[in-house]
Nanobody
Framework: VQLQASGGGLVQAGGSLRLSCAAS????????MAWFRQAPGKEREFVAA????????SYADSVKGRFTISRDNVKNTAYLQMNSLKPEDTAVYYC????????????????WGQGTLVTVSS
């Protein structure tokens, strides 16, 4: 599976962005998909995950109520809608997929995209 993340950019605090993760290769619809992020000098951290059907999702407490993960298995694409952005959301955002139940562990995911930078100014 090859993953291509896009949609990052510079936004003011309180603004919104939508990230996309386009998958190619193996059957995307059979994988759980997740977003992680890594800020400068920090460990990569879990943001959100969605199972193959979209019927199960999980969010980090820091983004709950502000971010929404979704997927379109026809388009082989997953999305992360980010609202009410804060400066502390600034990071490189990575999408990942794996044959797993919804998980916050980075080790559950087998394939990773290259990352897209989100910068939130105060």
């Amino acid at each position: 599976v090859q993953l291509q993340a896009s949609g990052g950019g510079l936004v003011q605090a309180g603004g919104s962005l939508r990230l996309s993760c386009a998958a190619s290769g193996r059957t995307f619809s059979s994988y759980t998909m997740a977003w992680f992020r890594q800020a400068p000098g920090k460990e990569r951290e879990f943001v959100a995950a969605i199972n193959w059907s979209g019927g199960s999702t999980s969010y980090a407490d820091s983004v709950k109520g502000r971010f929404t993960i979704s997927r379109d298995n026809v388009k082989n694409t997953a999305y992360l809608q980010m609202n009410s952005l804060k400066p502390e959301d600034t990071a490189v955002y990575y999408c990942a997929v794996g044959r797993t139940v919804v998980s916050a562990s980075r080790w559950s995911y087998d394939y990773w995209g290259q990352g897209t930078l989100v910068t939130v100014s105060s």
